[in-house]
């Protein structure tokens, strides 16, 4: 009934002013710095209403005042509004003071920061535990999650939609790993791996192209196209410029091909949202998106919207910001125990980077989780979602290190959350959670070697190497997330130099092109130009094949010892491929055919015994070529949706998932498959 309800909002309402009360009289006493009563003292009665008037017109500033000021900051960089949190906080508490009728109460600006911290937590949690034991309360708590805009009128309830949340490089063999370890219990009960309860989802490993990495699995995924993505960055000469896949412009660039391609706007374009990808897979609803974080916003250009919507609350704000602290502070003292110990392979983390793993692990994390929550109270038919923060630590402390496993464990407690937040949308939901490749360990090809792979091309080429031995910067998704958080774009967007061979990397997969060539150049042109060239990187140790075009076979495979296969005879004489695993021969058939494949593509070296690989960038933790579990993502689905490899075959390229999650959306708006009947089907 009406009366419940406002009566039940009432009855909350005092609880939460009686607890910030309370904390602000604790905190009084606690803090010399703030004071409630007058110089010669006061009556605990005037103590208390100075307190209580204090604590209300703190929380109606909060409600009504922090949104405001979130929206008048929208130009300032999302990142920076996170550290203004505190400062924002703590004037609203000097000016609640200076409103509060009693007259009394003053406190010190340092001081305020610190009790408007408190007080918003405190408020938070206790709106919060008190919504969770009523569930419209709950519903509505979390409805301010989604987009106020929404129109009234909801999809049809008993139709399901569908949420995909992509767990950025984690691979199959780690989320076994971790469900086996009891580090990830939400994924443990869906797989039902106790035996006491049937499983909800199964497990699926599926194959990804040569280019294992964000970029091209992403835009396949959500865009149905991975053609001509041969790596995370390579040089198109015909255009005289670099593209990187976590750029804004050339994201944008590779969703417009890719559409062209398809003739579809790409998997979200019904009704859908997409939170903190790469690209918006034809989204309605986008935010965190690079690919439109270059565009001027407007209305339908909401690539940083999301921060402001989540820090709109200043309990959030105050929460995530403390955790962005606390991440730093365990990436330092994280980083200092590997180095201490000896730790090998080691890669530097120094810098910037704490900055950056606390943002992939706490910020985008948090906004990330918090939109997708508000999108199924929308009841949005199809939501897909990028979470970071296992990729980027994974770079720096290893795929299997202790640092990740403590990050799988807080990935889990997000996945939790969205189920939760499911469970009180207006509409059923399919929760599938995947990811977009792997990550192989290994010592970095400069540490292992003293050079790097454009030291290697440069002494092949006959060109003067440096006597120190470079760095080749790396590449991650987080890093491209805080540079739109911050509204930057990428400093190495001009164009590439025309007197040298552009050499650049992609986890371990290198790509060398002569951009005063305007075409592919052959072995044949190779050779002529730079005779050392070829054979250097093909007997290098480090080095594990090369492809190149040949003018008499079309494009062919080279290895040591002066091994050298056509394409077009790899089935019967694999060569080097032999050691990369299934699947090796048609990726790279396939990259041979795109149009900006680079003059020489390097694979590194790779161990089959041990999965490890050796990465042009400096990363102890990488992917982007083949070798190892970067090739071996997962698709973890519910029961109630129908098997992903219906031919029978291994389920192969980001293209083949996109059409299999295509299949999902149709099957979830016209007849499910019965869980039993489903079942009975794989069991024959």
């Given amino acids: ?87 924002l906080n703590g004037s609203l508490l000097l000016l609640a003071l200076r409103l509060n009728p009693s007259g009394r109460g003053e406190v010190a600006p340092e001081t305020a920061v610190i009790v408007a911290a408190v007080m918003s937590a405190v408020a938070s949690a206790t709106g919060a535990a008190l919504a969770v034991r009523d569930d419209d309360a709950y519903r509505r ?13 909801l999809p049809c309830a008993s139709t399901p939609g569908l949420v995909c949340v992509q767990l950025d490089g984690v691979g199959h063999d780690v989320l076994t790993a971790a469900v086996r370890d009891g580090l990830m219990p939400t994924v443990a009960r869906w797989l039902a791996t106790d035996g006491i309860m049937p499983p909800t989802h199964r497990l699926t490993a599926w194959r990804t192209d040569w280019s294992s990495q964000t970029g091209a699995s992403q835009l396949g995924i959500l865009h149905g196209s991975t053609y001509d993505v041969p790596a995370f960055r390579w040089y198109e ?33 019904v009704d859908g949202a997409s939170r903190g990808n790469l690209f918006s897979g034809g989204a309605g609803e986008q935010a965190l998106v690079l690919s439109i974080a270059t565009r001027r916003r407007g209305r339908e250009n909401r690539s940083r919207a999301g921060y402001f919507a989540y820090f709109s609350d200043p309990a959030n704000a105050v929460r995530t910001a403390l955790s962005f602290f606390a991440e730093i502070g365990r990436e330092i003292g994280q980083s200092s125990r590997a180095r201490f110990a000896g730790q090998h392979p080691r890669v530097g983390r120094g810098g910037l980077y704490p900055f950056v793993r606390a943002f992939a692990t706490v910020v985008e994390r948090d906004v990330v989780v918090a939109a997708v929550m508000g999108d199924l109270l929308a009841g949005r038919t199809a939501v897909y979602a990028d979470l970071v923060a296992y990729d980027e630590v994974a770079h720096h402390s290893g795929p299997e290190s202790r640092d990740t496993r403590q990050v799988l464990r807080r990935l889990d407690r997000s996945l939790a959350l969205i189920e939760k937040a499911a469970e009180h949308a207006p509409r059923p939901y399919r929760l ?59 400093s190495d967007s001009g164009p ?18 002569f951009p005063d060539v305007p075409h592919r150049m052959t072995k044949e042109e190779i050779d002529a130009r730079h005779p050392a060239l070829l054979p250097t990187l093909a007997n290098h140790p480090g080095i594990g ?50 149009p900006h494949t680079a003059d020489i593509m390097v694979n590194s070296w790779h161990d089959p015994a041990t999965g490890q690989i050796h990465a042009f960038e400096e990363q102890i933790g990488s992917h982007g070529g083949l070798g190892g579990a970067q090739s071996r993502p997962f698709l973890l689905s519910p029961l109630t949706l129908s098997v992903p490899e219906e031919d029978g075959e291994a389920l192969t390229g980001a293209e083949r998932v996109h059409g299999v999650l295509r299949r999902w959306l149709g099957e979830l708006n016209g007849p499910e498959v019965p869980l039993d009947a489903d079942r009975e089907r794989r069991a024959a």
Avoid at 443 to 461: C, I, K, N, Q, W
Avoid at 496 to 513: F, I, K, T
Wanted: hydrophobic fraction near 45%; aromatic fraction near 4%; glycine fraction near 12%.
């Fill in 1 to 87: 009934m009406g009366w419940r309800r406002v009566a039940g909002q009432i009855g909350r309402s005092v609880t939460v002013w009686a607890v910030s009360t309370l904390t602000m009289l604790v905190l009084a006493g606690l803090l010399p710095d703030f004071r409630l009563q007058a110089p010669d003292g006061d009556s605990a009665t005037r103590i208390a209403v100075t307190a209580a008037c204090g604590a209300g017109a703190f929380g109606l500033l909060s409600a009504l005042v922090w949104p405001v000021l979130v929206r008048m900051l929208l130009l300032v960089p999302a990142l920076f509004l996170g550290l203004l949190v505190f400062f």
């Fill in 141 to 153: 708590r979390l409805l301010r999650l989604a987009d106020r805009r929404r129109r009234a009128t």
């Fill in 237 to 269: 000469k015909d255009r005289g410029e670099v593209m990187v896949c976590n750029r804004p412009t050339s994201a944008a660039e590779l969703q417009r091909r890719a559409m062209a391609r398809t003739g579809e706007a790409g998997l979200l374009a």
């Fill in 432 to 490: 599938v959670v995947l990811s977009d490749h792997g990550q192989s360990p290994g010592e970095t090809f400069r540490s292992r070697y003293g050079l790097t792979l454009t030291d290697l091309v440069r002494a092949g080429s006959g060109l003067p190497v440096p006597r120190g031995a470079g760095r080749t910067p790396s590449g991650a998704e987080a890093r491209a997330a805080v540079r739109v958080a911050l509204g930057r774009a990428d």
């Fill in 496 to 513: 590439a130099p025309r007197s040298e061979p552009v050499v650049l990397a992609s986890g371990n997969l290198g790509l060398v092109s």
């Fill in 545 to 594: 094949f090369l492809l190149v075009r040949s003018a008499e076979h079309d494009g062919v495979v080279l290895g040591p010892c002066g091994t050298e296969i056509p394409l077009a005879e790899l089935d019967e004489r694999p060569g080097p491929l032999a050691r990369f695993g299934p699947g090796a021969i048609d990726a790279v058939r396939r990259t041979h055919a795109f």
